[in-house]
């Protein structure tokens, strides 16, 4: 299982990977200013392997996210966005709509196999390569504003 620790904002602090079979109470910070962190496992999985609480902050609010490749996708929609406009005006219609087939095929390939990840409501940290429940809810904005406000 891989920790991925952030700051208040959101922004990434630093990563730890942890056995889940043996899970340590404290994992050391590769940044010196933050000093160790401590992990509660208590009753943090279940007994079909799955992670219902952050072990980081205690919080028993996770949701499932994809991970996709944003600026991958943002730079293959603006490169098929010109070729299509190039295309059109050379009139190479076929090629056109070729280019619209492959942007959808490609954004289909990216909705099925990106990683999916829980993320704490409280602390936004991520956890990955664990196990997820199927049908594990993703972001709710209502619980999200219920963090946020303290
Ligand atoms: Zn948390």
Redesign the pocket.
């Known amino acids: 299982m891989r920790i991925d620790v952030k700051d208040s904002k959101g922004r990434s602090l630093y990563g730890v990977v942890v056995n889940p079979e043996r899970p340590p109470a404290v994992v050391k910070s590769p940044l010196e200013e933050a000093g160790p962190l401590a992990l509660d496992w208590d009753r943090a999985i279940d007994d079909t392997h799955h992670l219902r609480?952050?072990?980081?902050?205690?919080?028993e609010d996770?949701y499932v996210r994809k991970e996709a490749p944003h600026v991958t996708l943002f730079a293959l929609l603006l490169i098929a966005a010109v070729a299509m406009m190039l295309l059109f005006g050379l009139g190479q219609v076929v090629w056109a709509i070729a280019v619209l087939v492959v942007v959808v095929l490609v954004d289909l390939a990216v909705f099925f196999f990106a990683q999916r990840i829980l993320v704490?409501?409280?602390?936004?940290?991520e956890y990955r390569q664990v196990p997820i429940r199927r049908g594990h809810a993703g972001f709710d904005r209502q619980i999200a504003g219920k963090y946020r406000r303290g």
Not at 120 to 125: A, G, P, Q, S
């Open positions: 609480r952050c072990p980081v902050c205690g919080c996770l704490c409501y409280r602390c936004l940290t």
